[in-house]
C-alpha cells in the first residue's frame, strides 16, 4: 500500500452546514477536475490567477463605492435638502430619520455583503479551476473541497480532531469563541458596523458636506482587504496539494532511508506543528492525510508527543534529519507566510538537530509555491 493508497480522515468534519453545501456545490459546477495535476504551473496560469485575484478584488471595490456613495448621498440628501441640517429639532422628531436612514443603509449593506461573498466564491471558483485543483470525490478531493468552501464563506477551520489531534490544544477556550465570532464578523458585521462608525464620526465634523466622497473610498478598500485576503488563502489552498503529493513522491522514493523511528519523529513533528499553529489548516490537514500510511497502514490515531521525539530526532542519520526538517519547511510554507508559530517551531526543529535556520531557503519556497512549482529539484532530487 503506498501513501497515494490511503484515504484521509472521514469523520474530520462530519457535519457541514448547508452553506458550505451549497458552497461546496457551487465549487464543484465551476470545476470538475477530479485528478491533481501532475505538472508544475505554467507563467500563464500564474498570471491569469493574478487577473482573477485582481478582477475580484476591483468587482469589490466597485460595489464599495457604489454602496458608499448611496449611503453618504442619502444621509446628504435628507440631512440638508429633507431637514435643513437637523439642527433645531429634537431626538424624538429626528427619530423617523434614523429609522428610515438605518433601513435603508441596512438593506443597501445586506445587498453589498451578499454581493461580497457570491464575488468572492466565483473567485474562488477561478483559482480552483485554473489551478487545477481537484473537487470531485470522496477522499482527497473532498479535503480540498471542504477547504476551499470554508475559505470562500470566510468560515473558521472546524474545531474536530484530525487523527486524534486536537489543532486548538494550546488555545484557551475564551480565546477559541472569541476567534469564532470574529470570523463571522470579518464580511458581514463587520461591514456594516464600520458605515455606522464612519457616519458617525464624519457626521459630527465639517467633512458631513462631502461625506459621500469620502464614505465611497472607505468602504471600497475595506472591500478590498477582505477579498484579497480570500482570494490569497485559496490561492495557497489551490496549490497545497500539487506541492504536497510531489513532496511525497520524494519521499516515497526515499522511504528506504526514512527508517521506523525518522518516520514517526516526523508525524509527530507536523502533528505538533499543526497544534502549534492553532488551526486546522487544510494544507496541513491535507499532509497529515499522506503522512499518515508512514505510521503503518492500521494507524489512524496519533497521541502528539513531542518532547521525546523531539530527542529522537537529534539521533537521526543525517540525511534523515534533512528529509524530516524539509517536510516541516513545506509545512511552514504552504500554510502562510512563514512567521509566527510556525516559524519559531521549524527553528526549534532545526536547533535539535543542530542546524541553524534556512531562512533564504524559506523565502525561496514560498515563492516557488506560490508559482505553483514543485519544491522538489530537478537535478538530484533535492529542493
Known amino acids: 500500500m503506498t501513501m497515494a493508497d490511503a484515504a484521509p480522515e472521514r469523520h474530520y468534519d462530519p457535519d457541514p452546514s448547508l452553506l458550505e453545501r451549497w458552497a461546496a456545490r457551487f465549487l464543484r459546477k465551476h470545476n470538475a477536475r477530479q485528478q491533481l495535476p501532475k505538472r508544475p504551473r505554467q507563467p500563464r496560469e500564474i498570471e491569469a490567477l493574478r487577473r482573477v485575484r485582481r478582477r475580484a478584488v476591483g468587482w469589490a471595490?466597485?460595489?464599495g463605492i457604489l454602496s458608499g456613495g448611496i449611503i453618504g448621498g442619502?444621509?446628504?440628501?435628507?440631512?440638508?435638502?429633507?431637514?435643513?441640517?437637523?439642527?433645531?429639532?429634537?431626538?424624538?422628531?429626528?427619530?423617523?430619520?434614523?429609522?428610515?436612514?438605518?433601513a435603508v443603509a441596512g438593506v443597501v449593506s445586506a445587498v453589498e455583503i451578499l454581493f461580497l461573498y457570491w464575488n468572492a466564491l466565483r473567485g474562488v471558483a477561478s483559482i480552483s479551476r485554473i489551478a487545477e485543483a481537484p473537487l470531485h470525490g470522496d477522499s482527497h478531493p473532498g479535503l480540498i473541497l471542504r477547504g476551499l468552501a470554508r475559505v470562500a464563506l470566510e468560515f473558521p477551520s472546524p474545531r474536530h480532531r484530525i487523527y486524534g489531534i486536537d489543532p486548538y490544544a494550546y488555545m484557551a477556550g475564551w480565546k477559541l469563541t472569541l476567534m469564532a465570532v470574529m470570523y463571522r464578523m470579518k464580511v458581514g458585521v463587520s461591514t456594516f458596523v464600520l458605515r455606522v462608525l464612519v457616519r458617525r464620526v464624519l457626521g459630527r465634523v465639517a467633512l458631513r458636506g462631502v461625506l459621500p466622497l469620502i464614505t465611497g473610498p472607505l468602504y471600497a478598500a475595506w472591500n478590498a482587504i477582505i477579498t484579497w485576503r480570500i482570494l490569497n488563502k485559496a490561492w495557497e489552498q489551490a496549490l497545497g496539494p500539487y506541492a504536497i503529493d510531489a513532496w511525497m513522491d520524494h519521499l516515497e522514493a526515499r522511504r528506504q532511508p526514512l527508517g521506523a523511528n525518522a518516520r514517526h519523529a516526523l508525524l509527530h513533528a507536523v502533528g505538533e506543528m499543526l497544534m502549534r499553529n492553532q488551526d486546522a489548516h487544510p494544507n496541513h490537514v491535507y499532509l497529515l492525510s499522506r503522512l499518515m500510511p508512514l505510521a503503518g497502514a492500521a494507524e489512524r490515531h496519533l497521541e502528539v508527543d513531542w518532547p521525546r521525539h523531539r530527542l529522537t530526532l537529534a539521533r537521526l542519520s543525517a540525511e534523515e534529519q534533512r528529509l524530516v526538517l524539509d517536510t516541516l519547511l513545506l509545512a511552514t510554507v504552504v500554510s502562510g507566510k512563514p512567521s509566527g508559530a510556525r516559524m519559531n517551531f521549524l527553528m526549534e526543529a532545526h536547533i535539535a538537530c543542530a542546524k541553524p535556520y534556512p531562512i533564504q531557503r524559506v523565502r525561496a519556497w514560498r515563492e516557488r509555491f506560490l508559482k505553483g512549482q514543485s519544491l522538489v529539484a530537478q537535478a538530484g532530487g533535492r529542493p
Open 74 to 102: 442619502m444621509e446628504w440628501f435628507m440631512r440638508q435638502g429633507m431637514l435643513d441640517g437637523m439642527q433645531d429639532m429634537t431626538l424624538m422628531e429626528q427619530m423617523p430619520y434614523w429609522i428610515g436612514f438605518f
Open 61 to 63: 471595490m466597485l460595489a
